[in-house]
T-cell receptor
Framework: KAGVTQTPRYLIKTRGQQVTLSCSPI?????VSWYQQTPGQGLQFLFEYFSETQRNKGNFPGRFSGRQFSNSRSEMNVSTLELGDSALYLC?????????????FGPGTRLTVL | AQKITQTQPGMFVQEKEAVTLDCTYDTSDQSYGLFWYKQPSSGEMIFLIY??????QNATEGRYSLNFQKARKSANLVISASQLGDSAMYFCAMREDSGSARQLTFGSGTQLTVLP
């Protein structure tokens, strides 16, 4: 069974641009979560989607948004990029949204904002 | 207050020896789950082990075991017989079962280096 895939793996953008990252969960998984990882702030939760609905959202500005499609694939978008948005963005999928559901992570997208 | 505290930024261990990575947590929930993940330099997070707050036995998974002390709010990871491939960043995480706090909250991590 294929794991979680994220595209692109690496991305370089300039301040003010916008970016869209994609995540394909493991087949059959319906929940997708997004995390931002930076050296300064560590791993921080962005949002979680289940059945095309955002179920949970972390403490990030409105420039960060996401969506989930009917096939469970998810995208996150960051508008008006800032230097501080440079980070590794990790996507994780799980079977459903129940309390214990092991989250399987993808390899991440490394975003650099110049 | 930090929900997950990992006080060891870096640890060294000799190959084939055991090592304990510390994790303390803070929650007022009765129902929660504790997770350990490994992150090699490639960046991917690999799930290692899970302990539920109501589990009476300490979780074990191969060479990994979790030393769960509920009263002390600690969930230390024990790796037995360390291997060179265990060199990585290790994160402790918690998932609470209350309202909007269902996401994984991670600690700052411990960089483990296994020496030959």
């Amino acid at each position: 069974k294929a794991g979680v895939t994220q595209t692109p793996r690496y991305l370089i953008k300039t301040r003010g641009q916008q970016v869209t990252l994609s995540c394909s969960p493991i087949s059959g998984h319906r929940s997708v979560s997004w995390y931002q990882q930076t050296p300064g702030q560590g791993l921080q939760f962005l949002f979680e989607y289940f059945s095309e609905t955002q179920r949970n959202k972390g403490n990030f500005p409105g420039r960060f948004s996401g969506r989930q499609f009917s096939n469970s694939r998810s995208e996150m978008n960051v508008s008006t990029l800032e230097l501080g948005d440079s980070a590794l963005y990790l996507c994780a999928s799980s079977l459903d949204i129940g309390f214990f559901n092991e989250q399987f992570f993808g390899p991440g997208t490394r975003l650099t904002v110049l | 207050a930090q929900k997950i505290t990992q006080t060891q930024p870096g640890m060294f261990v000799q190959e084939k020896e055991a090592v304990t990575l510390d994790c303390t947590y803070d929650t007022s929930d009765q129902s929660y789950g504790l997770f350990w993940y490994k992150q090699p330099s490639s960046g991917e997070m690999i799930f290692l082990i899970y302990q539920g707050s109501y589990d009476e036995q300490n979780a074990t998974e191969g060479r990994y075991s979790l030393n769960f002390q509920k009263a002390r709010k600690s969930a230390n990871l024990v790796i037995s017989a360390s291997q060179l491939g265990d060199s990585a960043m290790y994160f402790c995480a918690m998932r609470e079962d209350s309202g909007s706090a269902r996401q994984l909250t991670f600690g700052s991590g411990t960089q483990l280096t296994v020496l030959p």
